[in-house]
C-alpha cells in the first residue's frame, strides 16, 4: 500500500515504543501490566512448542509463567521488514532473548518473528504475534 | 480506530480503495485461497512439482521456518521445500483456516497444518504445524507473501 514516507516514519516510532516496553517493562521490569499497551484486547499469540493463547488476558499469563521460569532478562526486538497494509502493519523482526535458568548459565536465544500490528486507544499494538527460534 | 470499509482512509492515512479486502467479496478470495492451499498438498507434497511454488508465493515472498534462517524469494523458497519434502519423505499437508483478516490489499490468515511424513526407515508421522500467512494478489492468484510457523499445538 502507498503509505506515504512521512506517516510510515511516524507509525515505525510508535511501533519502536511498543516495543522497546516489551524489554524494558516487561522482561526487564517484570511489570505484566504493561502488556496492555503491548497486545490488542482481542490479541492472538502462536508460541513454539505451546497452544495459541487469545486475549490479552492470556497471554499476560503465558508471559509472566514463561519470563519466571527461565529468568528471562531481556528482549531486545529488531524490525527487519515493515509492511503497511491498510488499518495495520505486517511487521518481520528479529529478537535477541536472554535467559538465566536457575542453576545454569546465562544464554541467548535467537528469535524470528511476524506480527499484525494494529492501532488501539491511539497506540500500536500486536493483534497477532507468531515467532519461532533460527536453531 | 477507523473500521476497514467504512469508507474514508485507513489509520495509515491512504484513503480505501475497491482494491482493499475489506470492501471485496470475502467469500470469493476464500475459494481462491482455499485452490492456492490444495495446490500445495496436491501438486508440491502429493506430485513433488516444485514449479508449482510460483503460484503459492509471491516473487518476493519471505518464509521464516523453524530452525533456520529467514529464505527470500520465491527460487530460494523452492529450494527449502524441494530439501525438506525430499529429506523427510513428506507426503502431504492437510491446512485448517482459523482466522482470516483483512489487511488493506492482503490478508492475514492464522491457521493450522498437518503434515504426513514417512522419513527413511521410520514409521509414518504427522507434526502439527501453526502458521501464520500474509496473503496478496499477485497475476490473478491469492499468494502468500509473508509465511511463518511454528511446531506443537
Known amino acids: 500500500m502507498d503509505t506515504t514516507n512521512a506517516d510510515l516514519i511516524a507509525i515505525k516510532q510508535k511501533m519502536a515504543k511498543t516495543n522497546d516496553l516489551f524489554n524494558t517493562e516487561v ?7 504493561a502488556l496492555d499497551q503491548i497486545y490488542t484486547t ?13 486475549g490479552r488476558q492470556a497471554i499476560k499469563g503465558f508471559w509472566s509463567g514463561l519470563i519466571q521460569s527461565v529468568n528471562a532478562k531481556s528482549a531486545v526486538l529488531e524490525s527487519v521488514k515493515v509492511m503497511p497494509t491498510g488499518d495495520g502493519v505486517v511487521e518481520i523482526g528479529k529478537a ?10 546465562q544464554s541467548q536465544i535467537d528469535v524470528k518473528y511476524v506480527v499484525f500490528w494494529r492501532e488501539e486507544d491511539g497506540r500500536w499494538k500486536w493483534h497477532v504475534d507468531i515467532w519461532n527460534m533460527n536453531a | 480506530m477507523r473500521k476497514l470499509g467504512s469508507g474514508g482512509s485507513s489509520v495509515t492515512g491512504v484513503p480505501l480503495r475497491a482494491m482493499d479486502t475489506a470492501t471485496m467479496d470475502l467469500g470469493a478470495i476464500k475459494q481462491a485461497m482455499a485452490k492456492t492451499n490444495e495446490l500445495f498438498n496436491s501438486e508440491v507434497f502429493g506430485k513433488r512439482n516444485f514449479a508449482a511454488i510460483g503460484q503459492i508465493y509471491t516473487t518476493d515472498a519471505r518464509i521464516l521456518p523453524p530452525g533456520r534462517l529467514m529464505v527470500f524469494g520465491r527460487l530460494e523458497i523452492e529450494g527449502f521445500w524441494f530439501d525438506i519434502i525430499r529429506s523427510y519423505n513428506a507426503k502431504s499437508i492437510a491446512r485448517q483456516s482459523l482466522d482470516l483478516m483483512p489487511a488493506g490489499e492482503g490478508l492475514v490468515e492464522v491457521g493450522r497444518s498437518v503434515i504426513t511424513a514417512e522419513p527413511a526407515e521410520q514409521p509414518e508421522v504427522q507434526v502439527d504445524i501453526k502458521y501464520v500467512v500474509f496473503w496478496k494478489q499477485e497475476d490473478g492468484l491469492w499468494k502468500w507473501h509473508v509465511h511463518i510457523w511454528n511446531q506443537s499445538w
Open chain 1, 42 to 54: 482481542d490479541a492472538h499469540i502462536l508460541p513454539p512448542g505451546a497452544p495459541p493463547t487469545s
Open chain 1, 27 to 33: 522482561f526487564g521490569k517484570r511489570n505484566f501490566d
Open chain 1, 96 to 105: 535477541l532473548l536472554t535467559i538465566e535458568p536457575p542453576g545454569q548459565a
